[in-house]
Structures are given as structure tokens and as C-alpha cells.
């Protein structure tokens, strides 16, 4: 069974718009990653941010975490459209690479 | 460094047949863990191995079996294939506590 609930489920941009996708979880947590999934192949590792981190960058991407309320959002800044994917966070339970993933956000960007 | 390679690429099986995939792990990986992903769905966690020895389980059927070799290759059997079992098959290895490193994927179709 999915781990929990990603929103929105769609989401269509223009290019240099910003995306912000949310995740929202059942269980305590190690850690929560992000993926992106182009044209259901392989998963690209985006970022990691731990149960005691509250935010982390990594070039156009920003993760939040929020244990209190199990939620965790990702922005994408100045999308182009080779953003265009599906992405996916994923919960670590004990820290044993064993994730559990959501069910995704498809985001398109328009040229 | 090579990646993450499975095979084969796609393959066709009948209801009830049986088919093996295969994962060649991520230069000094030592874990590999094997996920379906159905479609439109988010990836689901089959099992893992570490060290030639199964390190967890999610919650799939005994027909779903697993292998790991010396060189840290796995394979994923599935016996009985059924209709439901269609889906990206997809490998991911990982050394410690560092992400998996996801490879491409296996499309199965079971007519």
C-alpha cells in the first residue's frame, strides 16, 4: 500500500512559473526523498532531507519537511520544460533504503 | 562508474507462465532492492537483498522470489504470472545509508 497522498495529482505550468508539489505521510519517519520519473523509466534521486531538518536547497529545488502535521512540499523554481515528469516522494522508515512512495504528481510545462 | 542496467528492456509473457528479471547493481553497491510500479501508480517495494540474503519483504505473494549473486547481481522471479502482475519492474541498488540508485526498468505485459 502507498505510504500516502501527493497533490495535486496534475499540474500544467509555463515555463519560468514555479511548481510546488506536496506529500503527506502516515508513519514516523528517517528521512523523505523526492524523485522525478521521465516517461515511466527509470527514478533520478532529486533530494533527501531528514526528520530533523526543516528545509533544504539544492539548485532550483526546495524541500520542506513538517513531521508535526507528516507533510512535506518540493518547489521547482523558474520551471523550463525539461522538468516535464512525474515526481514522487518516498519515505525511509528506519534508514534502510526500504522506501515507500506516493503515488506522484505529473507536471507538465509548456514551452 | 556504470549504473544501474536491467534486462531485458520489455518482454511479453502469457498468464501463468513464469519470468525472471535481471539487475546488475551499481559499481560497489552491495544492496539491491526490486519495486512493480504499476501503471499511473507510484513504485511499490517487492523486497530487498543484502549480502546474497533477503533483508525484508513488502507485501507480496511467495510466487514473487528473488535472487542475489557473489557480484551483487539479483534477479526477480515471478511464477504464476497473472494479468495484475503487468508493470515496470524496477531495480535499484544502494551502498549504507546513501539513496538507491534506480535503473531503467523491466516492462512486463502478461496477456
Known amino acids: 500500500s502507498q505510504q500516502g497522498e501527493e497533490d495535486p495529482q496534475a499540474l500544467s505550468i509555463q515555463e519560468g512559473e514555479n511548481a510546488t508539489m506536496n506529500c503527506s505521510y502516515k508513519t514516523s519517519i528517517n528521512n523523505l526523498q523526492w524523485y522525478r520519473q521521465n516517461s515511466g523509466r527509470g527514478l533520478v534521486h532529486l533530494i533527501l532531507i531528514r526528520s530533523n531538518e526543516r528545509e533544504k536547497h539544492s539548485g532550483r529545488l526546495r524541500v520542506t519537511l513538517d513531521t508535526s502535521k507528516k507533510s512535506s512540499s518540493l518547489l521547482i523554481t523558474a520551471s523550463r520544460a525539461a522538468d516535464t515528469a512525474s515526481y514522487f516522494c518516498?519515505?525511509?522508515?528506519?534508514?534502510?533504503?526500504?522506501?515507500?512512495f506516493g503515488q506522484g504528481t505529473t507536471l507538465q510545462v509548456k514551452p | 562508474e556504470t549504473g544501474v542496467t536491467q534486462s531485458p528492456t520489455h518482454l511479453i509473457k502469457t498468464r501463468g507462465q513464469q519470468v525472471t528479471l535481471r539487475c546488475s547493481s551499481q559499481?560497489?553497491?552491495?544492496?539491491v532492492s526490486w519495486y512493480q510500479q504499476a501503471l499511473g501508480q507510484g513504485p511499490q517495494f517487492i523486497f530487498q537483498y543484502y549480502r546474497e540474503e533477503e533483508n525484508g519483504r513488502g507485501n507480496f505473494p511467495p510466487r514473487f522470489s528473488g535472487l542475489q549473486f557473489p557480484n551483487y547481481s539479483s534477479e526477480l522471479n515471478v511464477n504464476a504470472l497473472e494479468l495484475d502482475d503487468s508493470a515496470l519492474y524496477l531495480c535499484?541498488?544502494?551502498?549504507?545509508?546513501?539513496?538507491?540508485?534506480f535503473g531503467p526498468g523491466t516492462r512486463l505485459t502478461v496477456t
Open positions: 559499481s560497489g553497491h552491495n544492496t
Open positions: 535499484a541498488s544502494s551502498l549504507g545509508t546513501a539513496p538507491p540508485v
Open positions: 518516498a519515505t525511509d522508515f528506519q534508514n534502510t533504503g526500504k522506501l515507500i
